[in-house]
């Protein structure tokens, strides 16, 4: 999610589910992402109109406009026409507009880092459970607990109270979730052409060493130059779906979702983590990945599987992005709610943004304007996508739009690509509605005091996760090093501090 979850978000996490799916990311997200990767569609809670208080434009001559940080892929020629078309109806609804900043799907890492650091100025930011607590330690981010409520309360309304905790850090509310699927579902996906040319019996796939023989059969018969599982850095999307990271962001550091003990573990020594592991180094070897996977930021179009955080009809948002005729996508894992599913995909607002109503206003209409909802999810009109059914049901006539629909609002103001079910965020709804919870749900760590040792112990992450996460290094030789590291870096003291919090919030 976004290209997709291009990556937060898959395949490699990149180039798939750009506008419509990208955070939910494809095989190339590096846990839970999100990136949530999302097609955009559907008018459901469309809510109000520019005649309430909130939306109410300020009595001022002035029409400010925001800056908004957000990722995506490659701006088109057409982006600037397509912004200056989204500003006119905003100026007019609400007295407000927007200068978007996108931040690659290779590049969106460094870059937030750089403006976050820096203090360089900026009102909205896209921001998810990898990020979203240390810049909150910072004081990146303003709190909107009461702010949402006074001058924003359609917005505030709109989503699930369940949704709106699951934010909250130290209980106060710091972000604007993206209320779509916020409870995780998996999907594993295959380019269609090879589930008939090779038999691939996608029912009787259960976990991941039952893809061994499908990749070989492949790999056999594609050829050398041809990779299975093609990947980029971030690895195979949603490897770490059966742990909450407590929104750590930290993939070696949770509690297994079902554990009603909740004990938190060292989740790389884990038998289960283990074995995927040393299946993803197995492919690696066998040339079922691409050995480039390890420094590869950009994925490349029309992969032949990839696995991505997901929903029904998502295959149609792909096909399109993708170049492909048809895509086969079978669920894997979930749905469930975690905290970190809910900060998956979330809009902050700056500490220092001379602007902060004016910034929740534009939300708000984000999340309850379908017309502007869908320019922001597919583009200009009449370019990138034209209305079949009011704003209910759109074609894309270009798969060029940059920016990821997950990251942007609500799925239930958008409309329904043509292809897709036409109750497709009703399904959505359902799944949030089945969720199961991890016995960890609604707790978050608090890391005021963990600072040095979170900052420290990602940087290990970060030293050995591309290769690990691709196949490229062997797990049962490099795992106890990157153990030991964390370890020296803080990892005990993150661990027990988890614990106590944990033990404390549970009582």
């Known amino acids: 999610m976004k290209k997709t979850k291009k990556q937060l978000l898959a395949i490699g996490a990149a180039a798939l589910l750009t506008t419509a799916l990208a955070g939910c990311g494809n095989s190339n997200s ?10 955009a569609n559907t008018p459901a809670n469309t809510a109000t109109d520019a005649g309430t208080n909130a939306n109410t434009p300020a009595k001022s001559g002035d029409v400010p406009t925001l800056v908004w940080w957000t990722i995506g892929g490659q701006v088109p020629e057409n982006f600037d026409k397509a912004l200056e078309a989204m500003n006119a109806y905003t100026a007019e609804k609400i007295g407000v507009k927007v200068d978007i900043k996108v931040a690659s799907w290779g590049d969106w890492d460094t870059k937030i880092n750089t403006v976050v650091n820096t203090g360089e100025p900026f009102d909205i930011m896209f921001t998810n459970n990898g990020k979203y607590s240390q810049q909150v330690a910072l004081g990146a981010f303003a709190d909107l607990t009461d702010l949402v409520q006074k001058d924003t309360p359609d917005l505030y309304n709109l989503i699930p109270q369940k949704v709106w905790d699951g934010t909250k850090i130290g209980g106060k509310i710091y972000s604007v979730p993206t209320y779509k699927d916020s409870s995780l579902t998996q999907y594993w996906v295959f380019d269609d052409k090879y589930v008939q040319k090779y038999g691939i019996d996608t029912a009787n796939i259960k976990s991941m060493q039952d893809l061994d023989k ?5 790999k056999a ?14 690895g195979f999307n949603g490897f770490f779906n059966n742990y909450d990271d407590l929104t750590l962001g930290l993939p070696p550091i949770g509690v297994k979702v079902d554990d009603a003990s909740r004990k938190v573990v060292s989740v790389l020594e884990q038998p289960d983590i283990m074995n995927d592991l040393k299946s993803l180094h197995s492919w690696y070897k066998d040339g079922i990945v691409n050995p480039d996977a390890p420094t590869k930021t950009e994925a490349d179009k029309g992969p032949s599987f990839f696995a991505a955080q997901a929903f029904p009809g998502a295959e149609t948002t792909w096909q399109i992005n993708e170049g492909v005729a048809k895509y086969d996508m079978f669920q894997y894992f979930g749905p469930i709610y975690t905290t970190s599913t809910i900060q998956g995909s979330l809009n902050a607002i700056s500490a220092n943004s001379k602007y902060k109503s004016e910034a929740l206003k534009y939300l708000q209409l984000v999340n309850t304007d379908p017309k502007l909802r869908n320019m922001l999810a597919f583009g200009e009109p009449g370019v990138d996508y034209t209305n079949v059914d009011g704003e209910k049901v759109v074609e894309r006539t270009t798969d060029t739009w940059p920016l990821a629909a997950y990251t942007q609002g609500t799925f239930f103001d958008l409309a329904v690509t043509k292809g897709a079910p036409v109750d497709q965020w009703d399904q959505v709804k359902k799944l949030n ?6 016995t960890a749900l609604g707790f978050a760590l608090d890391i005021s005091k963990l600072g040095t040792e979170v900052a420290n112990t990602k940087a290990v992450w970060d030293k050995y996760r591309y290769e690990l996460m691709t196949g490229a290094s062997d797990p049962e030789k490099v795992v106890p090093k990157i153990v030991a590291e964390l370890k020296a870096a803080g990892m005990d003291t993150i661990t027990k501090a988890a614990q106590e919090q944990i033990d404390a919030y549970f009582k």
């Not at 499908?214 to 492949?218: A, G, K, L, T, V």
């Not at 509605?433 to 991890?438: F, M, N, W």
């Open 30 to 39: 590096d846990s839970n992402n999100a990136a949530n990767n999302t097609p």
């Open 214 to 218: 499908p990749f070989h059969d492949m």
């Open 221 to 234: 018969g594609e050829g050398k130059s041809f990779y299975p599982l093609p990947m980029t850095q971030s």
């Open 433 to 438: 509605e089945q969720a199961t919870s991890s």
